[in-house]
Antibody, heavy 119, light 107 residues
Framework: EVQLVQSGAEVKKPGESLKISCEASGYSFSSYWIAWVRQMPEKGLEWVGIIYPSDSDARYSPSFQGQVTISADRSINTAYLQWTSLKASDSAIYYC????????????WGHGTLVTVSS | DIQMTQSPSSLSASVGDRVTITCRASRDISNSLAWYQHVPGKAPKLLLF???RLASGVPSRFSGSGSATHYTLTITSLQPEDFATYYCQQYYSAPWTFGQGTKVEIK
């Protein structure tokens, strides 16, 4: 059974750093792209970026380029999304999702990590 | 970027009703469209891809159709577990974009 288990909710102050995780199981982690998707409060879904764990090739939405970093550790089947300096506007739920084998839709999702940035 | 516009943004329906949600793309996406169901607090779930193709394990009361810029998701005979928010997503061209969502509520 494919599972994506995300790290727990975080409360941070503006300017702090953060790294959230997504641990995959039930399939070959290196063989599928993993994406991150943001959902701001009362808003829809936005694609943040994606990584291919086999070679750590990461691509970003232009809206998020330079704002976040996506990485992966194949040895522990885990993908990460990190910030070096959080802003209040980064407050959102962040989902990881597995991209299908052949096309850029997402066939399995994590439950989401709530990130709250507040002074 | 390709803009995806869903309508309606919300609707109220009863168990057993037929529900149709529309998704329009700002340009031709050649059936590169997926639909997702999202219940708050749970992981979003893939329902359909390539416009009409049902994802594994999804009940046949869900169906999709459309072409070019206009797509629809239909739920025949709405069930209690179907009350959720539904999103379309185009995967024709990066950045991959979602509609703003349609919330299906109990009447």
């Amino acid at each position: 059974e494919v599972q994506l288990v995300q790290s727990g909710a975080e409360v941070k102050k503006p300017g702090e750093s953060l790294k959230i995780s997504c641990e995959a199981s039930g399939y070959s982690f290196s063989s599928y792209w993993i994406a991150w998707v943001r959902q701001m409060p009362e808003k829809g879904l936005e694609w943040v970026g994606i990584i291919y764990p086999s070679d750590s090739d990461a691509r970003y939405s232009p809206s998020f380029q330079g704002q976040v970093t996506i990485s992966a550790d194949r040895s522990i089947n885990t993908a990460y999304l990190q910030w070096t300096s959080l802003k209040a506007s980064d407050s959102a739920i962040y989902y990881c999702a597995r991209r299908s084998m052949s096309y850029h839709y997402f066939d399995f999702w994590g439950h989401g990590t709530l990130v709250t940035v507040s002074s | 970027d390709i803009q995806m516009t869903q309508s309606p943004s919300s609707l109220s329906a009863s168990v057993g009703d037929r529900v149709t949600i529309t998704c329009r793309a700002s340009r031709d996406i050649s059936n590169s469209l997926a639909w997702y169901q999202h219940v708050p607090g749970k992981a979003p779930k893939l329902l359909l891809f390539a416009a009409p193709r049902l994802a594994s394990g999804v009940p046949s009361r869900f169906s999709g159709s459309g072409s070019a810029t206009h797509y629809t998701l239909t739920i025949t005979s709405l069930q209690p577990e179907d009350f959720a928010t539904y999103y379309c997503q185009q995967y024709y061209s990066a950045p991959w974009t979602f509609g703003q969502g349609t919330k299906v509520e109990i009447k």
